[in-house]
Every structure is written in structure tokens, then in C-alpha cells.
């Protein structure tokens, strides 16, 4: 049929690995900010009570926990 295509292109791409790397990437992105804010929270702990809030505080934050708790041993 005049003016039908006669062939046709196909261009296909495999991104799973970059989809997978970039995900790896802002896991490690994510982490490096938790590990940063423990860091900081835990440098301005005075107490042993701040450290035990911070630590706390910021596992609960990594996990997605809704409450969290530490025992202390004087």
C-alpha cells in the first residue's frame, strides 16, 4: 500500500540495573544522614539520660518503630 510503513525500528533499553544502582545510592544517601544526625544528636548529649534519649530516639526513627526503650543499669 503506497505510504504504509515499510519497516518498523525497535529500541529497547535495559535500566534494571541502573534503576537498581540509583536505589542502592539513595540508601546509602539515606543512611549516611541517619548515621550524621546520630552523630550530632550524640555530641551534644551531656548525660548519660541524652545519650539514652538519642539512642532511642533515632532507632526508633530507623526501624519505623512506633516506641522504643532502653534500660539503664547504674
Do not use: F, Y
Not at 529497547?12 to 540508601?27: F, G, S, Y
Not at 548519660?48 to 532507632?59: I, N, P, R, S, T
Amino acid at each position: 500500500e503506497p505510504g504504509a510503513p515499510r519497516d518498523i525500528l525497535v529500541h529497547a533499553i535495559e535500566t534494571t540495573a541502573q534503576v537498581r544502582a540509583r536505589q542502592d545510592v539513595e540508601r546509602t544517601a539515606a543512611r549516611l544522614e541517619r548515621l550524621q544526625a546520630l552523630t550530632a544528636a550524640l555530641a551534644a548529649a551531656r548525660t548519660v539520660e541524652d545519650v539514652a534519649e538519642v539512642v532511642v530516639a533515632q532507632g526508633v526513627m530507623a526501624t519505623g518503630a512506633r516506641t522504643g526503650m532502653m534500660a539503664l543499669r547504674l
